[in-house]
């Protein structure tokens, strides 16, 4: 979304892609460690360069007995 309130369509895709990998990379994650849930999942942006960000996905890791 720009300052103008108008969507960037591809951008909003692509950030929209990011947040899931960056989902799925946690729950991959989380298995390794045969985990059994992640509590307080959250998500964080920041930029790394001028027209790039990354997406940051991280929550902790649980083990039921």
């Known amino acids: 979304v ?3 309130d108008l969507e960037i369509e591809e951008y909003t895709k692509l950030q929209a892609y990011a947040r899931e990998q960056a989902l799925d990379r946690l729950i991959e994650d989380a298995q390794k ?4 849930a992640v509590l307080n999942i959250r998500f964080t942006t920041s930029v790394i360069a001028q027209g790039t960000s990354e997406i ?8 039921l007995k």
């Open 2 to 4: 720009c300052s103008s």
């Open 33 to 36: 460690l045969n985990a059994d």
């Open 56 to 63: 940051l996905a991280y929550g902790t890791a649980v083990s």
